[in-house]
């Protein structure tokens, strides 16, 4: 599987920034795919993830502000990132596991996010 993400890039904070991720090849009909971040000095952390039935689960620190969604049709996942403050700016990884209980995955190569005024 590869992932292909994009959308990443510099925002004022306030600002609203639309990551995609792409999955393409052997792609299993029941997978969840998400976004992590690590932000400086900072372990990678959940930020949002989704399944293929549309169920969504958040970090603490983006519910309310952060949306995630998906087209099966496409295999690709996008989270919608309103109200970035500076604690957002992170590298932003997408994520897709498959498997009985998700033990299989792959990681994107990761989109840049800064919020600065």
């Known amino acids: 599987v590869q992932l292909q993400a994009s959308g990443g890039g510099s925002v004022q904070p306030g600002g609203s920034l639309r990551l995609s991720c792409a999955a393409s090849g052997r792609i299993f009909s029941t997978n969840l795919m998400g976004w992590h971040r690590q932000g400086p000095g900072n372990q990678r952390k959940l930020v949002a993830v989704?399944?293929?039935?549309?169920?969504?689960n958040y970090g603490d620190s983006v519910k309310g502000r952060f949306t995630i969604s998906r087209d099966n049709v496409k295999n690709t996942v996008y989270l919608q990132m309103n109200s970035l403050n500076p604690e957002d700016t992170a590298v932003y990884y997408c994520?897709?596991?498959?498997?009985?209980?998700?033990?299989?995955?792959?990681w994107g190569q990761g989109t840049e996010v800064t919020v600065s005024s």
């Open positions: 989704i399944n293929s039935g549309g169920i969504t």
């Open positions: 994520n897709y596991k498959y498997g009985y209980r998700y033990e299989y995955e792959y």
